[in-house]
């Protein structure tokens, strides 16, 4: 059975060997700290930290396990407090990831060397939102589009705020200019006004996920694109390794079509 998610044929075959050893795949929703939340085929959500094996071989923080990443479970899981832990011994090969420098020196206390921090694994489109206000910015696209294009993610130009658009004919020159044969999408994510031509983008297993610069209408687009309010259905309840209750908020989002939208914090902040 497929655990869907984005699964196909490829990420079979790369599980293949995991299989063998009695292994399960499951999606990385939201990294919290140490723990994982990943989501497996019966939707089940549970958190998971890595094996002991695989902390032992992992020399780069980008090494661990990131939003996005697909995993292979061990048969066995651990047990803290009210609820087993999820037990993860191999991410797979990762097709896409967003990385920034490692800022901050979370993991220097496990002695790794210092490294790139992975924001977003596996990620096949990227929506680079610009506004058609006042405030449009075609260096800033061009930015947008030379992140995804470093990180193998396929991008779409998104034209936001459509009903105050200002010289349309004259931005989509300059957007054509700097990103020949991408498509573009011109839309209004607050009166969802062609929002709908993003779907040609987001077939049932895709991942996307919105970049762009504060105040294009990110929020507004991803509000528009789950068709409810995420606070009912980001909550991920946890339990940590001394079975405290704990709240962490999803970040990997199944859309009402299937495809799975990506929205994290470091990704926002993606510059
Ligand atoms: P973010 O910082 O990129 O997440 O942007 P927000 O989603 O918070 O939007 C910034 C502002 O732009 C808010 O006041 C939104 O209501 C407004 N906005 C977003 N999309 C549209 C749109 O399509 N049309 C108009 N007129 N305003 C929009």
Redesign the pocket.
Known sequence: ASPGLGWDPGWSEAFAPHAASGRSPARVVAVHKETSIVRDGASRERSAVVSGRFRHGALVASDFPAVGDWVALEATAIEAGPDDQAVIGAILPRRTAFRRAASDGSRRSSGLLTDEQVMAANVDVAFL?A?L?LDFNPRRLERYLAVAWSSGVQPVIVL?????ADDLEGRLVAVEAIAPGVSVVV?????G?RVADLMAHLGAGRTAVVL????????????ALLGEDRQVTGAVREHDSRGRHTTTHRELFVLPGGALLLDTPGI?ALE
Do not use: C, H, P
């Not at 936001?160 to 105050?164: E, F, G, V």
């Not at 839309?187 to 009166?191: E, I, R």
């Open positions: 939102v506004g206000d936001n705020k459509a009903d105050i839309l209004s994510a607050l009166t006004e762009g610069s504060s105040g294009v209408g990110k929020s507004t687009l991803v509000n926002r």
